[in-house]
């Protein structure tokens, strides 16, 4: 069993910067890639960001491209989200997630708010 926590959200202006973190439980952290979505209200959950299991492979979606930048410390059990130049369209519920090898999204946190005002 993985519980993963997230915190580092909160409100910030337009232009400003985050970064989130997501601390996982247990001693099989390396075992999962982990990925960053967010859902907004009235809107579907969002594809963010992805690491390896290594951290040598990360991948972002179309929303985070060029000022976000994911990372993790293995060591920590950590998943970071970097966020920068935010804008308005940011604002939403950050949630990390497990994946396994096989594809799965096995575990998720409970989400971080993040609000970005203009």
């Known amino acids: 069993q993985v519980q993963l926590v997230e915190s580092g959200g909160g409100l910030v202006q337009a232009g400003g910067s985050l970064r989130l973190s997501c601390v996982a439980s247990?001693?099989?952290?390396?075992?999962?890639?982990m990925e960053w979505f967010r859902q907004a209200p009235g809107k579907e959950r969002e594809f963010v960001a992805g690491i390896s299991r290594s951290g040598g492979g990360t991948g972002y979606g179309h929303s985070a491209k060029g000022r976000f930048t994911i990372s993790r410390d293995n060591a920590k059990n950590t998943v970071y989200l970097q966020m920068d130049s935010l804008e308005p369209e940011d604002t939403a519920v950050y949630y990390c997630t497990a994946r396994s090898v096989g594809g799965s999204y096995e575990y998720w946190g409970q989400g971080t708010q993040v609000t970005v005002s203009s």
């Open positions: 247990g001693r099989t952290f390396s075992s999962y890639s």
